[in-house]
Structure formats: structure tokens, C-alpha cells
């Protein structure tokens, strides 16, 4: 068409994807979305698959399932039901207290149909996705009122849909200094509300292959909450894709870190020194033995760890669900700006695309350019926000 626009997506997670689905929804129809994955685009929302004695075995590594209490966030839902990238997880998942009681969820859980990268995969399907790219310059051409996006040509809109220092640092030369102040982070386990910007945690993920001979067979929980100071989430990932992981041997299971922990044990996420790597993987695994009860001498036949150096929002944007600079037409979406979840990182994306499509129609207006933020009093893990009114019809 030639009156469309165009728009340059920065950050291939849950927030970009969706708001380029609804983009498209809008009539906007040229996106293109710049991932650095390289399997793919998703960014917290993925999974990992390790080969071990012959089979695969696939770790859902970062999210772990997320809820719906928004009906915006339903539809998004039950499209992603529809194409196959989300299913209704009926696992025993809860909370294990810190006096060893388990406290059962009693809302509806979702996850993805093929692991965690299933959803992202499915909203791929709408938008055009430019995997392993890294972009490392962004530029305003005023003249002509498009974005240069490195080499890779000229766009109407630019969305920053990713966090941390590689997103400010991407912005810092693109001379917009509303969305540049936004985008500045700060790495820490504690809220300080005396620094007015966004504040991220940091988590470890360790994955396990352990022989299902070491794990009690009357061992029945999926997923639980871990009320600890090392540990803050668990779970089978043999128990919560029995269709995929088929070994009758080992199970494969996610053992995450408090926030606490992760700060105390705190290293460049891209290169976990081996010394550090043996110590943290020993002390979590001594963590989730005395959780379960298991043998102190529990022996995993492979473990992976991972830091996620910016794993969660501590705080979030007050007053809007997304930012946009109309005079350069930019914007910035993420979960940081409504709530750490897989649903608020939805919102956030839908809301910048309907900003966008409101520019494009005439309408001259900026949207959450204020550094005026909120503390989050979510768990390690993030929000997982119901509603009872609100209960979908999977299908399932």
C-alpha cells in the first residue's frame, strides 16, 4: 500500500511480537522485527533443549507459565491457543512454604504447547522476524522523517521493546533524550526508591537431568513457588511435557534462584567463571535436595547454569502502559512499564501499537515520557495476576 508506514521493532520478546501483531490488526502491515536469538525470537519467553544420552530434553530456562486476568491479554490467549503456542498447563503446581507445606494454585496456569518457545513462535507468525541480528545503531533522519536502522534500511517508527544497558546504550547517540532517560537501568535485588529509574533483579537458572531413581516416586509436584532464601521456583519439566521429555530414565528439571542470591552471587552474564559456576550449582542443588527431602548426595547426570542478568522489573512506569515520542516517532514497550508477566509485557506492546496508530491518523500526543515510577511487591519470578470473573475456554 502506499500510504502505509513502516515500523522498526528492536527486541523480538514478548512485547515486540505482540505489538506488531497488533500493528497489523491496525492496517499497519510493514514491521519487521530485529532479534538477536539465534534459534529465534521470544527473549525470556524461550526454552532450551539439551541432548543427553541419546534424546532431547527441553527446559523451559526463563518463564515458567503465565496467567490472564486482563480480556485484551484473553484474545492474545486464545489465539495462541488456536495456533497450537499455548496450552492450559493442569499440573500440580503451588507454593512450598517455608515450613514445608504445599499450597495449591487454584487458577488457570498457562504455558507453551512444545515448551515455553511455542508462544513466541506462534505471534512470529504475524510479523516479519529477522533473527540473530544485532543492531547497533538507530538514527533520526529529520529531512525525511524516517529512522535509519543500521544497514538494514529506513522505517516510520522505531519501537524499543527490550531492557537493560544494551537498550540505553542503543539510544544514548539517537538524540532522543526523553526515551534515551527512560531506558537507563540500574542492576539491583532491593527496590531504592530514591533512584528514580528502572530497576532490574538478576536470577540464576540451573538445568538438571537427574535419574528419576534419586527423585521419590511419590514426589507428584510440576512447579512450585519456593518460599527460601536461595531457591524461588522449581519444577519438572519431565512432568510438564510428558509429549516432548519421554525418557522413562531421567527427569529434567528448572531450578531458579532468589534475587537475593543472584546478587550475592553476582558475575558477568556472559561468561559464568567456572569456579563460580561449581560453587552456585552446588549450592542450589543442596537447596532443592533439602526442599524435597532428597539424598544430600544427590548426583545430576548434566547440569546447565545461566544468569539472567536482567531477569525482572523491581519497579514499573506509573500513569501509562507504554512511552511515545510523537515528535521523532519512537516509542519503548516492555513488561517493565506495566508488570513483570508475560500478560504485562502484552500490554504494553498492544498499547504502543495503538499509539502508534493513533499518530499515523493525526494525533499529536507523548505518552509516558515521565521517569515516574512504582515498586513492584511481586516474588522473584515475577506477577501472576487473576481474575475469577475471567476464566478461558481452552478447548483443552
Excluded at 543427553?52 to 491457543?81: I, K, P, W
Aim: glycine share 8%.
Amino acid at each position: 500500500m502506499a500510504n502505509d508506514k513502516s515500523v522498526a521493532i528492536i527486541g523480538g520478546g514478548i512485547s515486540g511480537l505482540v505489538c506488531g501483531g497488533r500493528l497489523k490488526q491496525l492496517g499497519i502491515s510493514d514491521i519487521t522485527v530485529f532479534d538477536t536469538g539465534k534459534h529465534g525470537p521470544g527473549g525470556r519467553a524461550s526454552s532450551r533443549v539439551i541432548k543427553f544420552n541419546g534424546e532431547n530434553f527441553v527446559f523451559d530456562h526463563a518463564a515458567q507459565y503465565y496467567t490472564v486476568s486482563d480480556s485484551r491479554f484473553a484474545n492474545v490467549t486464545s489465539y495462541l491457543v488456536k495456533q497450537k503456542g499455548a496450552q492450559l498447563w493442569k499440573g500440580n503446581v503451588g507454593t512450598i512454604t517455608n515450613d514445608g507445606k504445599f499450597l495449591p494454585n487454584n487458577f488457570q496456569m498457562f504455558i507453551g504447547c512444545g515448551g515455553f518457545q511455542s508462544i513466541p513462535k506462534a505471534l512470529a507468525k504475524l510479523v516479519r522476524v529477522r533473527n540473530a541480528v544485532w543492531i547497533s545503531c538507530v538514527k533520526w533522519l529529520p529531512d525525511i522523517k524516517k529512522w535509519k536502522v543500521d544497514d538494514n534500511g529506513f522505517y516510520d517508527y522505531l519501537v524499543i521493546s527490550h531492557n537493560g544497558k544494551c537498550a540505553a546504550r542503543l539510544m544514548s547517540t539517537a538524540d532522543v533524550d526523553p526515551i534515551h532517560r527512560l531506558l537507563k537501568v540500574r542492576f539491583t535485588c532491593e527496590h531504592d526508591k530514591n533512584i528514580h529509574q528502572m530497576q532490574l533483579c538478576s536470577m540464576f537458572a540451573l538445568c538438571s537431568i537427574i535419574p528419576c531413581a534419586q527423585i521419590p516416586s511419590s514426589f507428584k509436584i510440576d512447579g512450585a513457588h519456593i518460599e527460601d532464601k536461595t531457591l524461588s521456583w522449581i519444577a519438572n519439566n519431565s512432568g510438564k511435557y510428558p509429549h516432548i521429555n519421554k525418557s522413562k530414565d531421567f527427569q529434567c528439571w528448572t531450578i531458579i534462584s532468589t534475587k537475593e542470591f543472584a546478587s550475592q552471587h553476582k558475575v558477568p552474564q556472559e561468561h559464568i567463571p567456572l569456579k563460580k559456576e561449581k560453587e552456585v550449582t552446588e549450592l542450589m542443588l543442596s537447596a532443592f535436595s533439602s526442599i524435597l527431602n532428597l539424598p544430600s548426595n544427590l548426583q545430576p547426570c548434566l547440569t546447565r547454569l545461566q544468569l539472567w542478568g536482567a531477569g525482572n522489573p523491581l519497579n514499573t512506569l506509573k500513569h501509562s502502559d507504554c512511552s511515545f515520542f510523537h515528535a521523532k516517532q519512537v516509542g519503548v514497550c516492555g513488561d517493565w512499564m506495566v508488570a513483570p508477566s508475560i500478560e504485562g509485557a502484552a500490554l504494553s506492546g498492544i498499547a504502543l501499537a495503538e499509539a502508534i496508530a493513533k499518530h499515523k491518523a493525526g494525533e499529536r500526543e507523548n505518552i509516558g515520557l515521565l521517569q515516574d515510577f512504582e515498586p513492584n511487591t511481586t516474588q522473584s519470578l515475577g506477577s501472576f495476576k487473576v481474575n475469577p470473573r475471567l476464566v478461558l475456554k481452552t478447548g483443552v
